[in-house]
């Protein structure tokens, strides 16, 4: 079972920019995704990357946020544009040791290996 550390959050202005990143102990070429949690609030999906590379937002944050992955790093990102404090949560990297995903809404459940998470937090 892979094991999973994300780093990259911290604190941020509305409107800023942060880029998470999740490296993998074993290769990357799984379904993998992420997903964020704020206080008081169910846990959203984001969105999730299978093999070789397909890529599934959640409405929530298409068109500012953008997943990709270093496989020979073993590391997948996301990329977090136009922040605002809606977006302030803990984020998770997740895994699934399967190639293919459920859509991000249908994600959570079929994750077996999660990380600590990593807080963002977006001040107005």
């Known amino acids: 079972q892979a094991q999973l550390m994300e780093s990259g959050g911290g604190s941020v202005q509305a409107g800023g920019s942060l880029r998470l990143s999740c490296v993998a102990s074993?290769?990357?070429?799984?379904?993998m995704g992420w997903s964020r949690q704020a206080p008081g609030k169910e846990r959203e999906g984001l969105g999730v990357i299978d093999y070789p590379t397909r890529i599934f937002y959640a409405d929530s944050v298409k068109g500012r946020f953008t997943i990709s992955k270093d496989s020979n790093k073993n590391t997948v990102f996301l990329e977090m544009n136009n922040l605002t404090v809606e977006d302030s949560a803990m984020y998770y990297c997740?895994?699934?040791?399967?190639?293919?995903?459920?859509?991000?809404?249908?994600?959570?459940?079929?994750?077996?290996?999660w990380g600590q998470g990593t807080q963002v937090t977006v001040s107005s």
């Open positions: 074993k290769f990357v070429n799984f379904c």
């Open positions: 997740a895994a699934r040791p399967y190639a293919t995903c459920p859509p991000p809404d249908r994600a959570l459940a079929a994750f077996d290996t």
